[in-house]
């Protein structure tokens, strides 16, 4: 008796290939940590600025023009050292050198932050249209931060920051200007060339790319093409000059401050405290390596995030 199978009842049995690639295959993602550097640089920088914030409402920081008393009781030049009445000992009026740091920390930060934004959205602004429109645009605006960087850095500075007083003085509608605001302008502007140079490079790479060639293709105006499809791809190379000119800003404060072209009278910042204290290095040195150790650190900590955005995002400026 033949018994017969009909071939549509029967389910075959899947290959072993077939099988194996019905199952997609998952890769371990292993978390790798960050490395001591990044740690201790976020971290520091995390504490320096939640200080700097918050230093007015922090117990353990007194006003930066408070008197400590010395251990007769009175006020005097260099009364402590590092210790537990003053953790960076007292400078050459009786204050707190840790509070003026920290105070000091407030001013520096915010000028550096407020140039590296000026520096930025101009540099930026330059940077994307001259890498775009090529030609005599491109011409005009490196012609432009050639200039800027033909001179020297801290010696245009100078010249800036006197120019911008003499302007405040004269001109009454510029009261709003103060040394503060002359000195985050003129940063600024010594920001511009090497932002717009980088940013010019960048967009001249990304204007070639499929994504803009579709865009233009579709009939997008320049504009959008601009700030809609190439300034987006330009945010990690952007972030991770910031981080490195920020740091530059920094120091540069203190170089002006070290020169008498600080803020306002009163205010305290590295850099003037540096001034203050360098002549008496010798007997009370912690007045003035403390303010040196905070600016290094801080400026450290900075090239640190830049150079570990720079590898994330493969950034090259070389060339450039």
């Known amino acids: 008796m033949t018994t017969t199978i009909d071939p549509s009842t029967t389910t075959p049995e899947p290959s072993a290939p077939a099988a194996a690639q019905s199952t997609p295959a998952r890769k371990k993602r292993s978390f790798k940590w960050p490395g001591l550097g990044l740690v201790f640089a976020v971290g520091f920088l995390g504490l320096l600025t939640f200080m700097a914030i918050f230093a007015d409402y922090l117990s353990f920081i007194p006003y930066p023009d408070a008197k400590i008393p010395g251990p007769n009781g009175r006020p005097g030049r260099y009364n402590w050292g590092p210790g537990w009445t003053a953790w960076f000992g007292t400078d050459g009026v009786s204050n707190d050198v840790f509070s003026k740091t920290i105070y000091g920390a407030r001013t520096s930060l915010q000028v550096g932050v407020f140039a590296t934004v000026f520096g930025i959205f101009v540099g930026g602004v330059l940077g994307v249209i001259a890498g775009y429109f090529r030609g005599w645009v491109d011409r005009v605006v490196m012609i432009i931060t050639d200039c800027l960087l033909a001179l020297p850095a801290l010696l245009l500075a100078i010249i800036l ?160």
């Open 161 to 320: 920051v006197n120019r911008l007083s003499d302007y405040a003085e004269d001109e009454a509608w510029l009261g709003w200007l103060s040394r503060k605001w002359q000195i985050v302008i003129t940063l600024g502007i010594l920001a511009t060339a090497p932002l717009a140079r980088i940013v010019r490079a960048q967009t001249l790479s990304l204007r070639e790319r499929e994504f803009v060639l579709a865009a233009r293709s579709l009939g997008a105006k320049p504009g959008r093409v601009m700030f809609r499809e190439i300034l987006p791809n330009l945010i990690p190379a952007i972030l991770t000059v910031a981080f490195t000119g920020l740091s530059i800003l920094i120091a540069a404060e203190g170089a002006l401050a070290f020169l008498g072209l600080g803020v306002e009278v009163g205010t305290p910042t590295w850099g003037k405290l540096i001034d203050e204290n360098r002549n008496k290095i010798d007997e009370s040195w912690w007045a003035t390596i403390f303010p040196c150790l905070m600016l290094f650190l801080t400026v450290l900590s900075f090239n640190i995030i830049g150079d570990r955005l720079s590898r994330r995002f493969d950034i090259r400026q070389a060339g450039v």
